[in-house]
């Protein structure tokens, strides 16, 4: 059973910086693609940022570019969002996914809030 567990959430003023982390239980983590989505309320949840299996490439979405910087960890088996210059709209719930084909995980999320 592979398991994805976020942590590093929590109420930030705007302009500040939060690192998420995603743990991944699994022994075949470098073979999965990983993304950080987001879902604010009230709203569809969106993607944020995209690594690929070996971490060479990362994609990110405008809204987030510049500022977010997604990285992996194939020793530890994590997952990371860097989230600088935070801003009250990049306020959501985090979820971390890792994915393989059709076959894809995630996590339960952790809480980001951007309030002054």
């Known amino acids: 059973q592979v398991q994805l567990v976020e942590s590093g959430g929590g109420l930030v003023q705007p302009g500040g910086s939060l690192r998420l982390s995603c743990a991944v239980s699994?022994?075949?983590?470098?073979?999965?693609?990983a993304q950080w989505h987001r879902q604010a309320s009230g709203k569809e949840r969106e993607l944020v940022a995209i690594i690929n299996n070996d971490g060479t490439r990362t994609i990110y979405a405008d809204s987030v570019k510049g500022r977010f910087t997604i990285s992996r960890d194939k020793y530890k088996n994590t997952v990371d969002l860097q989230m600088d210059h935070l801003k009250p709209e990049d306020t959501a719930i985090y979820f971390c996914?890792?994915?393989?084909?059709?076959?894809?995980?995630w996590g339960q999320g952790t809480q980001v809030t951007v309030s002054s």
């Open positions: 996914n890792i994915n393989r084909g059709p076959v894809g995980y």
């Open positions: 699994t022994s075949t983590f470098s073979q999965y693609n």
